[in-house]
């Protein structure tokens, strides 16, 4: 296949590099630097098809490649260090997050076992209902940090077998709980059962689970990956031929794919990850230490504060803390909801990773986990000026203390 070439020794380049680089068509003299879209739904047949061969847009088409080939090289950036081969098959690129994360649990079989963090991304919890009270397979929710109930419930018990898929999600969204990634993923294995993980909230730059031993990564590439709030995509990432293999088939022909502009959008976005991650984390950990000394903020959760939970496993883990927040104000739901709509920089919406800051309360979804506080504001930090940013939370701050005040009369 006329796949783009990788710079060679692609390992031995730091990951933002890589993300600058990897995925590049070859040089040639005359040619485009960047791969250009390619909008064709179907290709010119010779007759029998030739391995490789582009054929019909739903099977593959050439700007899926470079895409692919460019995040694969990320979420393998760490192998070389853990002494596993720096290469392997590309990435599979999909319609959504929730796509990708569709053609993950349809590896596993029917009537399987899945063990899944109680604060996953909420639509992840609603599709495994869904699946569960189809009796596609069964579901069992735990805390992700409790390493010890994590294993137990991969084992399975004396009438329970051994999960087949341990979902994770670390740090989790918007719980910010930290796993112990590579204990998992050891226990798991023990067992034979699967681990993926989604690296949605860290990135490749910042946690890179396929060296921690994970079998798959998934991305929600709508978020830091694409990075500018204008493309729904996601994305799947393994070493093993077959799993790949198996996704492929399933894309194909469930037919959840890509656009080939999205994905074109995608990589351009890929290409300022470092950038945007590094100032995106260090707006967050300073907005972070500043909260936590704000007298109208009850809780913030952040890995990058010493007193976080996920703190220690964090900083042995990750190669930062990432840049999404949960605060909660005084004053309850009416203090949450009072300091969403005071503030002007920040954006009200969901969705998180782009290069605006926004933030929303968590419950005011019905299908947010019940677990989560009612007056948790997750909140996704840019790449402002972290002055700005900090003197709007102020404002929206101080709406919050205004609403706990007449709450109290
Ligand atoms: C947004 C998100 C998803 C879903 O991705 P979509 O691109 O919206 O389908 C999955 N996991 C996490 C952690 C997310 O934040």
Redo the contacts with the bound molecule.
């Keep these: 296949m006329d796949r783009p070439h990788s710079p060679s020794h692609p390992a031995r380049l730091s990951p933002g590099t890589l993300a600058v680089s990897a995925g590049r068509p070859d040089r040639t003299p005359g040619a485009p630097v960047n791969e250009p879209v390619v909008l064709s739904s179907t290709f010119v047949s010779q007759g029998v098809p030739v391995a490789g061969e582009h054929l019909y847009g739903r099977s593959s088409t050439p700007t899926w490649e470079p895409f692919e080939q460019a995040l694969a090289t990320l979420e393998r950036a760490g192998h070389a260090e853990a002494g596993l081969p720096t290469d392997g098959p590309p990435a599979v690129v999909l319609a959504?997050?929730?796509?990708a994360?569709a053609a993950v649990l349809a590896l596993v079989p029917v009537g399987g076992r899945v063990v899944v963090p109680r604060h996953a991304?909420q639509?992840?919890l609603v599709l495994l209902r869904e699946l569960a009270d189809r009796g596609s397979l069964t579901v069992e929710l735990v805390d992700v940090a409790d390493t010890d109930a994590v294993v137990a419930a991969v084992r399975g018990g004396q009438d329970v077998p051994a999960a087949d898929l341990l979902w994770l999600?670390s740090p989790t969204?918007p719980m910010l709980e930290v796993a112990d990634v590579a204990a998992l993923v050891a226990a798991a294995h023990e067992v034979g059962t699967r681990v993926a993980v989604?690296n949605?909230?860290a990135t490749p730059l910042v946690q890179r689970p396929l060296a921690l031993g994970a079998d798959l990564v998934v991305h929600?590439?709508?978020?830091y990956l694409a990075g500018h709030s204008d493309v729904?995509?996601?994305a799947v990432v393994t070493d093993d031929p077959d799993l790949h293999a198996r996704l492929v088939a399933h894309r194909t022909n469930h037919g959840a794919i890509a656009g080939p502009f999205e994905v074109w959008l995608a990589l351009r976005g890929l290409r300022t990850l470092a950038l945007r991650v590094e100032r995106a984390q260090q707006n967050a950990a300073e907005l972070a230490r500043r909260l936590s000394a704000h007298p109208a903020v009850v809780e913030v959760r952040h890995p990058s504060l010493p007193d976080d939970p996920g703190h220690a496993r964090a900083s042995a883990q990750m190669d930062g803390y990432g840049s999404v927040l949960g605060v909660r104000p005084v004053g309850g739901t009416a203090g949450a909801d009072a300091l969403v709509a005071a503030v002007r920089l920040w954006v009200p919406a969901t969705?998180?990773g782009g290069v605006e800051s926004m933030l929303e309360r968590r419950r005011r979804f019905a299908t947010e986990s019940l677990t989560v506080p009612e007056d948790l504001v997750r909140m996704s930090v840019g790449i402002e000026d972290v002055d700005d940013l900090w003197a709007d939370l102020e404002v929206g701050l101080d709406a919050a203390r205004t609403a706990a005040d007449a709450d109290a009369v």
């Design positions: 959504s997050g929730m796509a994360i991304y639509v992840t999600e969204n989604d949605t909230f929600s590439v709508t978020k729904v995509l996601g969705s998180l």
